[in-house]
């Protein structure tokens, strides 16, 4: 079974940065994709960025283009979130999210707060 840890989340100032982490346990790696999502309450859940665990192939959501880094490490089966230049919109939770032909799986969330 698959299980994805989420750290690194907390409050900044916009302007500021973050480093979120993940770490994916279980199941079978080099395979698929790793990515982020993020939710704030009463919308869905939205695309933020993602990259193939060859880490060649990576996609941003335009709201984070430019600011935002999506990196991965498949000696520590870790993806990580560079978020640079905060802003009070990405306030949310964010999720790590896993896809491969062995289904999808999502981590628990670690909570992002921007002050302005």
């Known amino acids: 079974q698959v299980q994805l840890v989420e750290s690194g989340g907390g409050l900044v100032q916009a302007g500021g940065s973050l480093r979120l982490s993940c770490t994916a346990s279980?199941?079978?790696?080099?395979?698929?994709?790793m990515g982020w999502f993020r939710q704030v309450p009463g919308k869905e859940r939205e695309f933020v960025a993602f990259i193939g665990w060859s880490g060649r192939n990576t996609l941003y959501a335009d709201s984070v283009k430019g600011r935002f880094t999506i990196s991965l490490d498949t000696a520590k089966n870790t993806v990580a979130l560079q978020m640079n230049n905060l802003e009070p919109e990405d306030a949310a939770v964010y999720y790590c999210?896993?896809?491969?032909?062995?289904?999808?799986?999502w981590g628990q969330g670690t909570q992002v707060t921007v002050s302005s």
């Open positions: 999210n896993k896809v491969s032909t062995e289904g999808t799986y």
């Open positions: 279980g199941g079978t790696f080099n395979t698929g994709t």
